[in-house]
C-alpha cells in the first residue's frame, strides 16, 4: 500500500532537532519538509543538510508548506503560543518536553487540540526505548511481584552557566523542569497516576539563579514510593537510570544493559542491550506518523503531557514549600483511579 | 479339534471397559455424597460464604506446595483467570500450542490478545523451547505450555527461554494432576498453573477449576477476576476491572472436597494400568507406546499411541475402526482432529459481531497459519490414536486392549 509520508515541520534547530534530524533520515513514513528557526544562519544550515526549506519563523513555515505535523523544539516558554498556533491550523504537534511551563497552559494546548481533531503529543524519549518497554511488560506481567520502590537518576556534569536552560524566563527553572519531565513522566509510565510529591534541593555548585541538583520522592496513588535524583553538577556514575524493586525480584534498566533478577534466583537476567538515542527518537516519530495515520495508538497522549506538567509543577511547589505536595489528577484515567 | 475356517475366526464377546462419562469410570460415592449433603444442608451455597470451596483451596494448595490456590468455574475459566492476570493489550501475543482445547484459547481472544501457535514435539505432543523459540516476538506477553494427555512438557529449558525475555509462563495441566518433573508436580514450575475438574479428568466435579501461584501480585489478580474484580474485604470496595463471575459453587467445593484425597490413588492405578500395557505392547511394529522423558512421571489422562501409517493399513484411523469393529474399544484417532487454527473462530476470524477483533490488532506473522510451520503438529495428528484410560482398569481390562491391540495390528500390518 503506496501511502505518502506524513509532512513536517521543525520549529527550532537548536541541540535537540539536531536528534530528529537524524531520525527523519532513518525514516520511511516522516518526511522534514521545513525547517524555521529565528536565526537564519541555523535554520538555513539545518535545511540545507536535509534538502529541505528554511524559514526565519514559524508562521511563514506554515504558509508557505502544506504541513501534517510540526515538532516544536524551541525553549519551553513559547511552547504555548507556538503549538496552539498550528493545532488551530489543525497540524499535528509533537512538542519537546516540557509541554509547556504551566500547567495551565498545557491543558489549554490539549483544550485546542480537541477542539482541532488534531494530535497533541510530548517528546518523552526514554519511553520509546526498547528496554524501557520491555522492563514496563516484564513489571506488569508480575514477574517481580508487588513494586515496593522505583528509583531514577540522571546526572552529569554539564556546565549550564550560559544555556537558556537555566534562565528561568526561558525554561521555566532549572534541572527539576528541565530533567524532571523526563523521570516523573518515567515514573507514571512505570506505576500509574502519582500521587503526591516532595523535593529537596541540594547545594548549588553553578552559581545559577536555579536549582541544579535535587532529590525528589514521588508516590504514586497506590503508595509506591519513587526517589529520583537530578543533577547538572555530580554524575552519580550508575549503569543503570531506573531501578524498580518488587517483593519476588529487581529490574534495573541501564544505558549499556537491561536486565533484572527474580529474588528465589541468584542470576540477573539481561533482557536489553541499553539506551540508544538514535532508535529512542526514530520509534517516537515513527510512532507519532502511525497515529496521524490511523495505524497505531499514540504512546504519549496529551494528557500524558498535562500529567507530566502537573507533576513538575507540583514538583516545584513543594520545593518552595519544603512538604509533601498532592499532584492534580489530569484526565479520566486519573481521576477514575483516584 | 478341527481348526475353524479363517473366515469364521469368531469375535469375543466385547467387554465393558469402565468409562469416565459414568459411575463405572469415575471415583465418586459415598464419601461425595456426604460432603453434599452437609452442603446443602447448611444453606449456603455460595462460596463467598461458604467453607467448602475455601477448604478446597487450601488443601490443594498445601498438597501442590504453593502459595496460592483458587477454584473456579471450569478448567477454561482456569486459563482465562491465568491469561487476564497476566493483563494483555489488544492484539498483544500469547504463545500456546496448536494441538488443545478451545476452551484454553478463547481465553486468549476474550482477553483481546491473539494466539500465536508454536509448533509441538511429534513424539509428545507437546509444545517445547525449540518449538516456542521462534515464536517469541516484542508484542508476546505470556507463553501457555499444556502438559497433554498427562504428560509433562520439558520445563527447564522452556522456564530458561521464558526467563531471558521476561516473559510469564502459564501451565495448562488440565490433563495432568500430579503429574511431576524432577520430583516438582507440573502447574507449579512456571508463573501460573491451571486444573481442571471437568468430567473426565483424574478428580471431578462435572465442570470446575482451580488456578494455582507463589506470585502474589498474580495471584490477587486472579482472586479478583474470578469474583467480577469486587474487592472483598477492601476498606473501599469496588469493581477495579472488566471481570466476569467465575466462581465455583459449595455444591462442587464439596465435591471437590471429598475428590481430593482420591486423587494421588487415581493417578498411582492408571500410571501401573499404563506401565502393565506399554509392558505387553514393547516391540510391537507400527505402534509405538506413550513417552516420556526420564525424570517426568506421565499420569495418563489418554493413553496415546502412535500409529505408523506405513506398517498398519489405514494408520491410527485403520486400527481405530478396527478395534471398534471387531473389539467394541472407542478410541480417537487424530485427537482433536485438526489443528486448532484450523478451527472457523480462528481461520474465519468469528469474534464479536463482525468486527473480527482483537485479530484487527494482530500481527500479520500472528495469523500465519502456513502448514509448513507445524510439521511436528501434522505429523502429531496424523500418528495419534487416543486410547480411553482409566483408574478402574483391572488386568483383565488391560490384557483385554492389549490383546485387541496385538490381533489389529496382526490383521492390519501391511
Known amino acids: ?338 | 479339534m478341527m481348526p475353524a475356517p479363517a473366515a469364521a475366526t469368531p469375535k469375543p464377546a466385547f467387554m465393558a471397559l469402565p468409562n469416565d462419562q459414568d459411575s463405572s469410570g469415575r471415583t465418586l460415592g459415598a464419601e461425595e455424597i456426604l460432603l453434599l449433603s452437609e452442603a446443602i444442608e447448611s444453606g449456603t451455597l455460595t462460596s463467598t460464604k461458604g467453607k467448602f470451596v475455601k477448604t478446597l483451596e487450601t488443601q490443594f494448595a498445601e498438597k501442590l506446595g504453593v502459595g496460592y490456590a483458587y477454584a473456579c468455574s471450569s478448567g477454561s475459566a482456569a486459563i482465562h483467570t491465568a491469561v487476564a492476570a497476566i493483563n494483555p493489550c489488544p492484539g498483544d501475543e500469547i504463545i500456546t500450542t496448536s494441538i488443545t482445547d478451545m476452551g484454553a484459547l478463547s481465553s486468549i481472544l476474550y482477553q483481546s490478545a491473539v494466539p500465536r501457535f508454536a509448533d509441538v514435539d511429534p513424539r509428545t505432543w507437546n509444545v517445547t523451547a525449540e518449538t516456542i523459540a521462534p515464536c517469541i516476538t516484542p508484542r508476546t506477553k505470556a507463553i501457555i505450555v499444556t502438559h497433554l494427555f498427562g504428560n509433562p512438557c520439558q520445563m527447564e529449558p522452556i522456564m530458561a527461554l521464558a526467563r531471558a525475555h521476561g516473559i510469564p509462563v502459564i501451565e495448562d495441566a488440565a490433563q495432568a494432576f500430579m503429574a511431576t518433573q524432577n520430583g516438582q508436580p507440573v502447574g507449579t514450575l512456571g508463573d501460573i498453573g491451571c486444573f481442571s475438574l471437568q468430567q473426565g479428568k483424574h478428580i471431578t466435579t462435572g465442570e470446575g477449576g482451580l488456578v494455582v501461584t507463589n506470585n502474589s501480585v498474580m495471584a490477587r489478580k486472579m482472586w479478583l477476576f474470578i469474583n467480577k474484580a469486587w474487592g472483598y474485604g477492601d476498606k473501599k470496595p469496588d469493581h477495579y476491572f472488566l471481570a466476569p463471575n467465575y466462581r465455583m459453587t459449595e455444591l462442587q467445593g464439596a465435591v471437590a472436597c471429598a475428590q481430593l484425597p482420591k486423587l494421588d490413588g487415581v493417578v498411582a492405578q492408571r500410571q501401573a494400568g499404563a506401565n502393565q500395557l506399554t509392558a505387553k505392547l514393547q516391540g510391537l511394529a507400527g505402534v509405538e507406546p506413550p513417552f516420556h522423558h526420564p525424570g517426568d512421571t506421565h499420569v495418563y489422562w489418554k493413553y496415546c499411541l502412535r500409529v505408523d501409517g506405513d506398517v498398519i493399513d489405514g494408520g491410527a484411523v485403520g486400527l481405530a475402526q478396527w478395534l471398534k469393529a471387531e473389539r467394541g474399544i472407542f478410541s480417537a484417532p487424530r485427537y482433536i482432529q485438526k489443528p486448532a487454527f484450523r478451527c472457523e473462530v480462528f481461520a474465519k476470524q468469528r469474534t464479536f459481531g463482525n468486527s473480527r477483533f482483537p485479530f484487527t490488532h494482530a500481527s500479520p506473522e500472528a495469523l500465519d497459519y502456513s502448514a509448513e510451520k507445524f510439521p511436528g503438529t501434522f505429523e502429531g495428528l496424523e500418528k495419534v490414536l487416543v486410547l480411553p484410560w482409566n483408574e478402574a482398569y483391572t488386568d483383565a481390562h488391560i490384557d483385554y486392549i492389549a490383546e485387541a491391540v496385538h490381533t489389529a495390528v496382526a490383521a492390519l500390518t501391511r
Open chain 1, 1 to 338: 500500500m503506496a501511502t505518502e509520508p506524513v509532512k513536517f515541520g521543525l520549529v527550532g534547530a537548536g541541540g535537540i532537532a539536531q536528534a530528529y534530524a537524524q531520525a527523519f533520515a532513518q525514516s520511511a513514513i516522516a518526511q522534514l519538509v521545513g525547517v524555521a528557526d529565528l536565526r537564519p544562519e541555523a535554520a538555513a544550515a539545518m535545511a540545507e543538510s536535509l534538502g529541505c526549506q528554511s524559514f526565519t519563523d514559524h508562521e511563514a513555515m506554515a504558509e508557505a508548506l502544506e504541513l501534517d505535523a510540526v515538532i516544536i523544539c524551541t525553549p519551553p516558554v513559547t511552547h504555548r503560543a507556538i503549538g496552539t498556533y498550528f493545532l488551530e491550523r489543525q497540524v499535528h504537534v509533537l512538542c519537546e518536553k516540557p509541554l509547556s511551563i504551566s500547567s495551565e497552559d498545557a491543558r489549554a494546548m490539549r483544550a485546542v487540540a480537541e477542539e482541532a481533531g488534531v494530535i497533541l503529543t510530548m517528546a518523552s524519549k526514554f519511553r520509546y526505548v526498547e528496554d524501557v518497554i520491555k522492563a514496563k511488560s516484564i513489571v506488569e506481567s508480575g514477574l517481580l511481584g508487588d513494586i515496593v520502590l522505583f528509583e531514577n537518576a540522571f546526572t552529569a556534569r554539564v556546565d549550564m552557566t550560559q544555556r537558556w536552560n537555566s534562565d528561568p524566563a526561558i525554561s521555566g527553572g532549572g534541572v527539576l523542569i528541565d530533567n524532571g519531565t523526563h523521570s516523573l513522566d518515567i515514573m507514571r509510565y512505570f506505576l500509574g497516576p502519582l500521587a503526591e510529591v516532595q523535593v529537596v534541593e541540594g547545594k548549588r555548585i553553578q552559581g545559577l539563579m536555579v536549582e541544579d541538583t535535587v532529590r525528589i520522592f514521588a508516590k504514586n496513588q497506590s503508595g509506591i514510593i519513587g526517589n529520583i535524583d537530578l543533577s547538572w553538577s555530580i554524575n552519580k556514575e550508575l549503569d543503570y537510570y531506573i531501578r524498580i524493586y518488587g517483593s519476588q525480584g529487581t529490574i534495573s534498566v541501564g544505558w549499556k544493559e537491561s536486565k533484572y533478577r527474580q529474588a528465589a534466583s541468584s542470576e540477573w537476567i539481561v533482557f536489553g542491550q541499553g539506551y540508544s538515542k538514535v532508535q529512542a527518537f526514530g520509534s517516537q516519530i515513527e510512532n507519532f506518523s502511525r497515529a496521524i495515520r490511523g495505524e497505531e495508538a499514540l504512546l504519549i497522549t496529551a494528557d500524558d503531557g498535562v500529567a507530566s506538567v502537573a507533576a513538575v509543577e507540583a514538583a516545584y511547589r513543594a520545593l518552595y514549600q519544603s512538604r509533601w505536595t498532592a499532584i492534580a489528577p489530569v484526565g479520566v484515567a486519573e481521576l477514575a483511579a483516584a
